[in-house]
């Protein structure tokens, strides 16, 4: 593990496109450079400490995914070589050694202005929204689910893409009058096509994939999958040979700083307590085991 989290990116000279929870993104000529930090959101707020080589994790991760599914769909990766990244720019060569393992050159698109949920095991809000009234997103449920339990079919339940506070969830209906019908059909066919896939690789892998989370955009007319997937920051990761329907899940995803921040007298507004050293060297470890048994590699720095 890296010594010290990177919590922030500077790149002198480099035109800052936009700066979100994790990552920062910058403008290279008619592209764009996405750099992952190590800060860690839970609850939408930023944690005041982060995780060593959590960056790298997501980017490493990210990058398998992008090429394992692209027969599915078109994606918005150009490289995540640096030598090939710092050819677009040579003035990201003074910023290699920073740069190397976190980062992505992407095509700009426009996003989606939707969250694209995919879900096949009852867990986080979705349980919530189905003890409240049997339904997630207006799909009905049968009853009498318990808590991580697998769901008779795989289901997409969108949600907002707040830019502040939280993602409210979103029925079939709402979404597509959001982005039109034809757009809608499209990204909910399509993310249940990628988890369905990645769910089979990850079982043969002793990983159950719950629920995970995607982002769409569109180029020119065409909608190309973009931002992470398949990360543990968008994904719930659990272990197999650990697995108990109805009980609590051992994890290899954020659901283990989130749980213990449930633990403290916090209301989940900003600022956020400083995670302890021992919060943040298991999280470090659950990352970047799940690295290893997705990719069957460790960090590429």
């Given at each position: 593990m890296a010594d010290k989290a990177l919590?922030?990116?500077?790149?002198?000279?480099?035109?800052l496109f936009k700066k979100g929870k994790v990552r920062n993104i910058y403008e290279i000529k008619d592209k764009l450079l996405i750099v992952a930090s190590d800060r860690i959101s839970a609850f939408d707020?930023?944690?005041?400490?982060?995780?060593?080589d959590k960056g790298k994790i997501l980017t490493q991760i990210s990058l398998f995914w992008f090429e394992y599914i692209k027969d599915i769909i078109d994606n918005h990766?150009?490289?995540?070589?640096?030598?090939?990244?710092?050819?677009?720019?040579?003035?990201?060569?003074k910023y290699k050694d920073l740069l190397k393992g976190r980062s992505m050159?992407?095509?700009k698109t426009t996003p989606l202005p939707i969250e694209c949920v995919v879900r096949g095991y009852l867990a986080g809000s979705g349980w919530r929204e189905y003890k409240d009234g049997g339904k997630i997103c207006g799909i009905k449920l049968p009853e009498g689910l318990k808590y991580a339990?697998?769901?008779?079919?795989?289901?997409?339940?969108?949600?907002?893409?707040?830019?502040?506070?939280?993602?409210?969830?979103?029925?079939?209906?709402?979404?597509?009058?959001i982005i039109g019908e034809e757009d809608f059909n499209f990204v909910r066919d399509k993310s249940i096509e990628i988890y369905n896939r990645a769910k089979k690789f990850a079982w043969d892998k002793g990983i159950i994939i719950a629920d995970t989370k995607f982002e769409f955009g569109k180029l020119d007319d065409k909608i190309i999958l973009i931002d992470e997937i398949l990360t543990p920051d968008s994904s719930r990761f659990?272990?197999?040979?650990?697995?108990?329907?109805?009980?609590?899940?051992?994890?290899f995803d954020k659901q283990f700083t989130r749980d213990y921040l449930d633990s403290l007298n916090w209301d989940k507004t900003p600022p956020a307590p400083a995670l302890p050293d021992e919060i943040v060297k298991k999280t470090h470890n659950k990352y970047l085991k799940i690295l290893e048994l997705i990719t069957g590699k460790s960090i590429q720095n």
């Open positions: 919590m922030d990116i500077e790149l002198a000279g480099i035109k707020v930023v944690m005041p400490n982060g995780i060593p990766i150009i490289t995540g070589n640096i030598d090939e990244i710092i050819s677009y720019d040579d003035r990201l060569e050159l992407v095509r339990q697998e769901l008779p079919r795989v289901i997409f339940t969108p949600s907002t893409k707040a830019e502040e506070g939280h993602d409210e969830p979103l029925t079939e209906q709402e979404a597509s009058e659990w272990p197999r040979v650990d697995y108990r329907i109805g009980k609590p899940q051992k994890s």
